[in-house]
């Protein structure tokens, strides 16, 4: 097994793990993270030896190490991790447990979260495209996308009056488009680069549609669907969190939940509750806009919460 150098992760980037981030950098952050664990067991002694950041490398390393260590009962030689993540997969890392002949003895799917204890603390433990929510998942008829550019798109171009009017395109060239978060697409590259044009109208309007579409469709979802996707996405992972100072183990049992249905006095501006049975925790289902409000990638997120 080959070192990592310092052309792929730098020696100051340890610090990822210790210092507070702006929200602004979450994404440059966690990337850094995961690249960081898939390749720490194998460190270069420069890392660890290093004079200002080596004790930082070495307590990380160890700590990692001793933690995948606890994950695996059967005799092996050495750790591979293969780094996975993005919306492909529903993990981060598989994790192999090798003999002295490579040979996989064990393995076990991880999802990395920073920052946190407990597997309430986050954000979201899942994350859909709103456009697969449709298409792909069948969680409903009609998806937000779709639901903007009815109602919404007209009068968000109309607060670009200041600049050369924005041709609106086709709603399927739209829907097609709108997940792209490099905005190759002529209309979304204007949009986006005209975002800071009457931010404040763009971004209540925004808010007022995410609101008008949860109060109107909220009731409609697939709560079965909602549940197939969450067990066939939550069963066989185990979260590995990292709390600023070591790194925990927790696991979910999904195979048997039921969604009941919506939470009393539950549907809000932005998220609704729904009701699990079978399960230490509820679920509350969010809305927002991944990449620059009411430019590109609507997304859905499911977190997490108290009964």
Known sequence: MSNIEFDIIEVQDIMTFIDENAK?????????REKIIANILSPSPDYLFH??????????????????????SIPYDHILIEQKGGMTFNYDFVVQYCDVNNQVVHSVNLEFKNNASSIKELVQFLELYDKDCKTKFELF??????FYYDHYLDAYLALEEEIEKIEKPTKETYLKHIHDIKYKHPFFNKIYTNKKNKKKEKDKLVEESRKKFIETYATTFNFEKIKNKIVESQSDKIFLLWDKSNFLIQTVNVKDIQISGI??????DLY?????ENFIYDIRIR?????NNGIANPRWKFTFINK
């Open 141 to 146: 008829d009609y998806s937000y996308s779709e």
């Open 51 to 72: 004079p200002v950041y080596g004790e930082h490398w070495t307590n990380i390393h160890d700590k990692l190490r001793s933690t995948l260590h606890s994950l695996c």
């Open 287 to 291: 809305l927002n806009w991944g990449n």
């Open 263 to 268: 939470k009393p006095n539950s549907i809000h």
């Open 272 to 276: 609704f509750d729904v009701t699990v």
């Open 24 to 32: 602004v950098d979450n994404d440059s952050t966690n990337r850094t």
